[in-house]
């Protein structure tokens, strides 16, 4: 359900949290090389940051937060391709990846990649899976499947083996740029802006059209709430439990 749109031309800050949530500033880090930290992927106390120019290979950070005020660089390792995304699940570091051949101006190779990173300091490539597109955006979808959001359709993965990455199915035709997944029953629900979408251990099913559009801005999720940014706000959505 949309409970309100917000407009950039209201100029109206909002803050979900109480007096006590209010953000402070604890610590701050960096990419070491030239390029710039263009995504953070978060588990628990690990941090990995995804630096580099668009379209060049990217340097993965690898950093230990549990004193956010002293973070620990643990490891870093480059790749031959542009690290989009990630998600990172039961200490395995999942990365849509892209080979951009400026000559032709567009990519050749999208891929996810999967390491081990329980040993930060040595990362270890356990596999990979050719994607149709470009992963903007890759979540969690329980211990054993990926989402992949591929701008206009998205894919499920199974990673049971890590070896053997495999997709389930076909894309399923949504502009999924970025989204929120929601717990919704015995299943969950992914908010797009575009669509809303369930989400089952072997199945994607569109659920019905939402009033927004596949954003490429990062959404995020606080409470029951579904904030997805838009060209010139953000929709926000309340998700109920299913009828």
Known sequence: TEIYTLSLHDALPIWLGGPEDIPRHVMATGPTNDGWAGRLVVSSNIVCVLTGTWGTPSQIQIFDVTAPQSPVQLGAFGLPFYANCGCIIDRRLYLGLLNYDATKGKATTNLVEVFDIRDPGHPVSLGRLALPELAHELLAAGPKRVLAMLGESMALIDISDPARLKMIGRPLSVPAYTGVMMPWGNRRL???GAAAVSVAEN??????????????????????????????GAYVFQVRPPP
């Open 190 to 192: 992914l908010i797009t």
């Open 203 to 232: 199945e994607l099913k569109l659920e019905g059209w939402l009033p927004g559009r596949g954003w490429r801005h990062r959404a995020t999720r606080e409470g029951d709430l579904a904030i997805i940014p838009s060209g010139f």
